[in-house]
């Protein structure tokens, strides 16, 4: 079945943005638009298309980043037909982080929605910067501006100031908060106005006069913004020349793409303002095409190769969510980057080294599937019931393979202990926590030795309360829920070396391995690094990577309380080996005992995850939530004021933030309230560290 519509034509976005802000609403605005739905779905009434599991209903709450296509011919400037527009809608809650991550790992563009009330929030800046990392272009929307509070200018200067200085509207809105009806578009200077708020159609018509004067200004600014990115169109703006329709749509494209610029467009998700949005998304954002071609190593070579997104090019594809379905078993949604994939054919799984068979393909609608044949490059599905690939892994062409660069996903902070309430349920709590594993990469599952039980880890409370959850309504599975504990990590300040010798003498042979390890401090965030120093012999190569396994392994187990250990680099620089007694297990546990020693004398200290925390409150409650702050050793970095209330930001430790949401509540008659997302690492102040050390703290 030869391609529906050319690859130039197919958009692969993104909605991005702080929780709340109204992402799913938006796409609700687009489905119904677009003619997928009859009625746009509200998250209040939880019946929306793209929040479909049960806890994102209840809770209000995007959990899962759901992917859905729609079509849209542009209806304000012509751009050449229909395009296929593949919209993922993720997560704004920052447990949830890991979501936003793989998606923009697979998108070509995005959409980042600001709430009109708030403007910048904390998790805009996050999700804004975690784009900035992956190179991907994007529009804004200022939404809610028709709502009371709401205020796309004061919106739009907080995107200049914490964000970008190069977010310039390409829309301004016609009246204010609840008198909205409609947009100026600064390309074609026309007014889009609507009647009344249920309509379906925007009217053009010309600028009303009393906003003129602010159109003639924002369009000057938009125009010389816009051809810095072509030197001929430059060049004619200089000569004072008018700039044409079709050379600015050109000339903002460009600069989009060069991430020179940001357009910046205003609505309310619902209404049909959502049409000029997405005008912007096909004329603004890239195609598979505007990209360069994707990079990888070939498995053999270990050579870089590329791949050119055409459909004649060696298939390659990347994995990047793994879902559970209760009818179909495993998802595996994946992003054509070059090839075609057809149904019944297999593929390698080059980050494994594996083969698969392609059973069947879907192209998904949130969690409604469609049968496909075959994907071509530059598409978006998902294969049902793949055995061995899981989130980042490459799947590629058998005969021309080629390993794309994976996904790095943060370490989880928090974790608590669960049990099954019977004891009959404990494989079937294995089998679930397994699978909950493969979806999720920051939820890790492990064992506590001493005390024989489950310890799940994950991004926060919240993260860790939806995955119990989860157990008892997809695998019928209820479990008992410890107190939450912080996921501590250990490190050193100084260097030091150890020596480590094994000798072990019984009947027949013997043991022998004996080491010296010099350890220091790397900088944070760069992880273990293990150095072999060893010259002319001294220890044979058979048994130096066991040294290294050795220490490897005395890394899960810190001296200071026990907790792994972090950003350290051990050198193998000296050691002696017996002819007949040596043997790799030896120098392994040689190893772990020199590298053991050598930390206990390299001023080991305890590490805490740090949180950034904003919390807002009213100004006659500021004295009482500051003075908290500092109670939990938070340090506040500035406060700020918005409409009525007073925000604060601040860094506090984890260990002292759990029930909060609690706290804040009724110190603030549950006026208050606060998000917190991951900042960084610090050490535990002594007299702490010796209570966790001693297991006196909670």
Same mark, same amino acid.
């Given at each position: 079945m030869p391609r529906e519509y050319p690859i130039e034509k197919v958009r692969n976005i993104g909605i991005i943005a702080h929780i709340d802000a109204g992402k799913t609403t938006t796409t609700e605005g687009i489905l119904y638009l677009t003619g997928h739905t009859h009625k746009i779905g509200a998250v209040h009434d939880g019946n929306t298309q793209m929040d479909w599991m049960e806890q994102e209903r209840e809770r209000g709450i995007t959990i899962t980043s759901a992917a859905t296509t729609c079509f849209w011919k542009p209806k304000h400037y012509d751009s050449s037909g229909t395009h296929r527009v593949n919209i993922i809608d993720t997560p704004g809650h920052i447990d949830f982080t890991v979501e936003v991550q793989r998606s923009l790992r697979v998108l070509d563009g995005a959409v980042v929605l600001f709430d009109g009330k708030m403007g910048v929030e904390p998790q805009s800046e996050t999700v804004w910067h975690q784009a900035d990392g992956f190179g991907v272009p994007r529009i804004c929307f200022i939404n809610k501006i028709n709502q009371t509070g709401g205020d796309f200018w004061k919106s739009l200067n907080s995107i200049r100031e914490r964000l970008s200085p190069h977010a310039i509207p390409i829309q301004i809105p016609v009246g204010f908060e609840k008198e909205i009806r409609g947009v100026v578009d600064l390309v074609k200077m026309k007014?889009?106005?609507?009647?009344?708020?249920?309509?379906?159609?925007?009217?053009?018509?010309?600028?009303?006069?009393?906003? *003129?004067?602010?159109?003639?200004?924002?369009?000057?600014?938009?125009?010389?913004?816009?051809?810095?990115?072509?030197?001929?169109?430059?060049?004619?703006?200089?000569?004072?020349?008018?700039?044409?329709?079709?050379?600015? @749509?050109?000339?903002?494209?460009?600069?989009?793409?060069?991430? *020179?610029?940001?357009?910046?467009?205003?609505?309310?998700? +619902?209404?049909?303002?959502?049409?000029?949005?997405?005008?912007?998304?096909?004329?603004?954002? !890239?195609? /598979?095409?505007?990209?360069?071609?994707?990079?990888?190593?070939?498995?053999?070579?270990?050579?870089?190769?590329?791949?050119? /997104?055409?459909?004649?090019? =060696?298939?390659?594809?990347?994995?990047? #969510?793994i879902a559970t379905d209760p009818f179909v078993g495993t998802l595996t949604f994946f992003r054509v980057y070059s090839g075609i994939i057809k149904k019944g054919s297999y593929i390698l799984n080059a980050s494994k080294n594996s083969q698969e068979r392609v059973g069947r393909i879907v192209r998904l609608h949130a969690n409604q599937r469609e049968d496909v044949d075959e994907v071509y490059a530059g598409e978006i599905a998902a294969i049902v019931g793949l055995k061995n690939t899981t989130t980042g892994d490459t799947l590629a062409d058998p005969e021309r393979a080629i390993l794309l660069e994976s996904i790095s996903f943060p370490e989880p902070v928090i974790s608590v202990s669960v049990e099954p309430k019977t004891k009959a349920d404990q494989e079937k709590m294995s089998i679930a926590l397994h699978r909950l594993s493969e979806e999720? !990469?920051?939820?890790?599952?492990?064992?506590?030795?001493?005390?024989?039980?489950?310890?799940?880890?994950?991004?926060?409370?919240?993260?860790?309360? &939806?995955?119990?959850?989860?157990?008892?309504?997809?695998?019928?599975?209820?479990?008992?829920?410890?107190? /939450?504990? @912080?996921?501590?990590?250990?490190?050193?300040?100084?260097?030091?070396?150890?020596? %480590? *010798?094994?000798?072990?003498?019984?009947?027949?042979?013997?043991?022998? %391995?004996?080491?010296?390890?010099?350890?220091? =401090?790397?900088?944070?965030?760069?992880?273990?690094?293990?150095?072999? *120093?060893?010259?002319?012999? @001294?220890?044979?190569?058979?048994?130096? !990577?066991?040294?290294?396994?050795?220490?490897?392994?005395?890394?899960? #187990?810190?001296?200071?309380?026990?907790? =792994?250990?972090?950003?350290?680099?051990?050198?193998?620089?000296?050691?002696?080996?017996?002819?007949?007694?040596?043997?790799?297990?030896?120098?392994? &546990?040689?190893?772990?005992?020199?590298?053991?020693?050598?930390?206990?004398?390299?001023?080991?200290?305890?590490?805490?995850?740090?949180?950034?925390?904003?919390?807002?409150?009213?100004?006659?409650?500021?004295?009482?939530?500051?003075?908290?702050?500092?109670?939990?050793?938070?340090? &506040?970095?500035?406060?700020?004021?918005?409409?009525?209330?007073?925000?604060?930001?601040?860094?506090? !430790?984890?260990?002292?933030?759990?029930?909060?949401?609690?706290?804040?509540?009724?110190?603030?008659?549950?006026?208050?309230?606060?998000?917190?997302?991951?900042?960084?690492?610090?050490?535990?102040?002594?007299?702490?560290?010796?209570?966790?050390?001693?297991?006196?703290? +909670?």
């Open positions: 007014a889009y106005t609507y009647k009344n708020y249920s309509d379906k159609e925007l009217v053009e018509e010309d600028i009303p006069e009393e906003l *003129k004067k602010e159109a003639k200004k924002w369009r000057a600014e938009l125009v010389e913004k816009a051809v810095e990115s072509e030197d001929a169109l430059m060049e004619k703006y200089l000569r004072g020349e008018e700039i044409g329709e079709e050379e600015l @749509v050109r000339a903002i494209r460009k600069s989009t793409l060069e991430k *020179k610029m940001f357009p910046v467009l205003g609505g309310d998700g +619902r209404g049909v303002m959502v049409e000029t949005l997405l005008d912007a998304v096909v004329n603004y954002l !890239p195609g /598979p095409t505007d990209l360069p071609p994707v990079k990888g190593k070939n498995p053999k070579t270990e050579k870089e190769e590329t791949r050119e /997104p055409l459909d004649e090019e =060696p298939f390659s594809a990347l994995a990047f #969510k999720d !990469p920051t939820f890790k599952v492990g064992g506590n030795q001493e005390t024989g039980e489950t310890v799940i880890s994950g991004m926060g409370e919240l993260h860790l309360e &939806i995955l119990v959850d989860r157990m008892k309504r997809e695998f019928s599975v209820e479990a008992n829920v410890g107190r /939450p504990q @912080v996921a501590y990590k250990e490190t050193i300040k100084s260097k030091a070396e150890a020596e %480590g *010798k094994y000798i072990k003498q019984s009947g027949g042979r013997g043991q022998y %391995g004996h080491v010296w390890i010099r350890v220091e =401090p790397k900088e944070h965030g760069t992880g273990f690094e293990f150095i072999n *120093k060893i010259r002319g012999g @001294v220890i044979p190569q058979e048994y130096i !990577p066991a040294v290294g396994k050795g220490i490897k392994e005395a890394l899960d #187990k810190g001296v200071v309380a026990g907790y =792994p250990m972090i950003d350290i680099e051990a050198t193998l620089y000296d050691g002696s080996f017996h002819e007949v007694d040596s043997s790799e297990m030896a120098f392994k &546990i040689a190893g772990s005992m020199a590298f053991q020693e050598a930390t206990r004398r390299a001023n080991p200290i305890l590490l805490e995850p740090v949180m950034k925390v904003q919390i807002i409150v009213p100004e006659n409650f500021l004295g009482d939530v500051t003075g908290d702050v500092s109670a939990k050793r938070g340090r &506040i970095l500035d406060m700020g004021e918005r409409e009525s209330v007073r925000l604060i930001n601040a860094e506090i !430790p984890l260990s002292e933030m759990f029930g909060y949401s609690t706290t804040i509540r009724s110190m603030t008659q549950g006026r208050g309230s606060f998000t917190m997302e991951f900042g960084h690492y610090a050490e535990v102040p002594k007299n702490i560290a010796v209570e966790i050390a001693e297991g006196r703290r +909670r």
